[in-house]
């Protein structure tokens, strides 16, 4: 039954765009070293073009002679339950959806978005790790992926108001700009959304937030289940219609920012004329256009790197932005690692991966390799623009038990404004 559901969806899914990509495959293996779970785990099953196989199984077994021909001699088997079960922890627990073997893949097969549709299949037969899934219905009932109400919202609200003593609008009527944060901000960072409010608010941007869509995590899109996918994304835009913004601002959620920017427009109705933009492009444009300043050389805490995010900056191209703020905040301090930029390598924590207990030893395997990139170049301190990576560091930072420190670089920024 579970097969079958998995099934009808990679056969729904197997039109021309799949079936040309899984065609252009050439088997040469590339993409496998680029991938920080292969690499750090050695695991051959983690292989990018492996996490396919369902989907390639069931396009071929359905549609081509040679899989028609391997099925009746017995070469391959059709899926079953087990299988699920099995790819399950390998596209969920060993793969963040980064797109790292999507940009070396010679053929150019994006990879990134067929291991979306591997999930998918398994989101449709029910075959989801059980902390994914739970975090998933809490965000349909409850409006959070954290479980927080509306009403725990807004006292959290009122609470980081008072704490900081900054003002944050919700549902401010004629405001131009709508910031929804994520819950991790909210929860566990409440100083990032402080200094993303004392940023806008020093640069008098006509500001809110909605107390209704007030989640910018996507649960749904990390599951691969579309239905829910796109419910979460139309709870923001809804609102972002009734306050009749001109520009939805996505704060510290790279997977959130390849949904709304990307992925909405190709599979829900979208409002016209909002522009979306991530917080880290807004912050780089009130500096460029002289509405905040910033203190050149305020960080000055020791040698400063910058983790890239893969949805921020691979996916969404946000490279300079950052860089050059960092330039201003730590001239003499701030340090590359390497790789970097498109290249970097993901942090082991998106995806939804930092949400499942059993994926942590995969987590803290690979980012053991992004602590020995940061202890090369004798960091101190690592920034970064996505509330999840900054989950994944200090956590991983701690169970290590590293002395490097993590930034967001709206937190660096709001402490260095003149
Ligand atoms: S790099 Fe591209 S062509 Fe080579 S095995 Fe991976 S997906 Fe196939
Ligand atoms: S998307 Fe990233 S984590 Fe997933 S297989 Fe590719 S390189 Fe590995």
């Not at 989801?128 to 954290?146: C, F, I, M, N, R």
């Not at 004798?378 to 994944?392: D, F, H, I, P, T």
Request: proline content about 3%; charged content about 25%; aromatic content about 8%.
């Amino acid at each position: 039954m579970k097969t079958q559901s998995a099934l009808n969806t990679y056969i729904k899914e197997t039109g021309g765009w799949v079936a040309s990509q899984l065609e252009a495959c050439t088997r040469c293996g590339i993409c496998a070293d680029a991938c920080h779970f292969y690499q750090a785990l050695g695991n051959p099953e983690y292989a990018p073009v492996w996490k396919l196989e369902p989907l390639r199984r069931a396009y071929e077994q359905r549609f081509t002679v040679a899989g028609k021909l391997k099925l009746a001699l017995g070469l391959e088997k059709k899926l079953t339950d087990s299988d699920l079960e099995h790819w399950s922890k390998i596209v969920y627990e060993a793969c963040t959806v980064c797109d790292k073997c999507a940009f070396v893949c010679p053929m150019g097969i994006e990879l990134g978005l067929l291991i979306h549709e591997v999930r998918t299949g398994l989101a449709a037969s029910g075959v989801v790790p059980g902390d994914l899934a739970e975090a998933t219905e809490k965000q349909k009932t409850l409006g959070s992926p954290l479980g927080v109400t509306d009403e725990m919202w807004r006292e959290r609200i009122d609470w980081i108001t008072d704490e900081w003593e900054e003002k944050i609008p919700v549902d401010k009527p004629g405001a131009e700009t709508l910031v929804v944060f994520t819950s991790i901000e909210l929860m566990k960072f409440p100083d990032n959304l402080a200094a993303i409010a004392k940023i806008l608010n020093k640069a008098s941007e006509n500001w809110t937030t909605s107390s209704t869509g007030r989640e910018v995590v996507n649960f749904g899109f990390f599951e691969a289940d579309e239905e829910l996918t796109k419910l979460f994304m139309y709870r923001v835009f809804k609102a972002a219609e009734d306050l009749g913004v001109k520009r939805i601002v996505i704060s510290e959620c790279g997977h959130a920012y390849e949904a709304f920017r990307w992925t909405a427009p190709n599979i829900m109705k979208v409002p016209k004329g909002i522009e979306i933009i991530h917080i880290t492009e807004l912050i780089h444009q009130l500096w460029k256009n002289g509405r905040i300043k910033i203190k050149e050389g305020a960080f000055d805490d020791g040698v400063i790197t910058f983790h890239d995010s893969c949805k921020i900056q691979r996916l969404g191209g946000l490279i300079k932005q950052p860089r050059e703020v960092l330039k201003v905040l730590a001239p003499k301090n701030f340090k590359e690692m390497t790789p970097n930029k498109e290249q970097a390598m993901c942090c082991g924590g998106g995806g939804g991966v930092i949400s499942i207990k059993e994926a942590e030893a995969n987590r803290y395997a690979v980012f053991e390799m992004k602590m020995e990139q940061m202890q090369d170049i004798k960091a101190e301190a690592v920034c970064m623009v996505c509330s999840n990576c900054r989950l994944q560091f200090v956590d991983s930072l701690a169970h290590f038990n590293s002395t490097i420190k993590v930034h967001s670089l709206a937190e660096l920024v709001s402490k260095a404004l003149v």
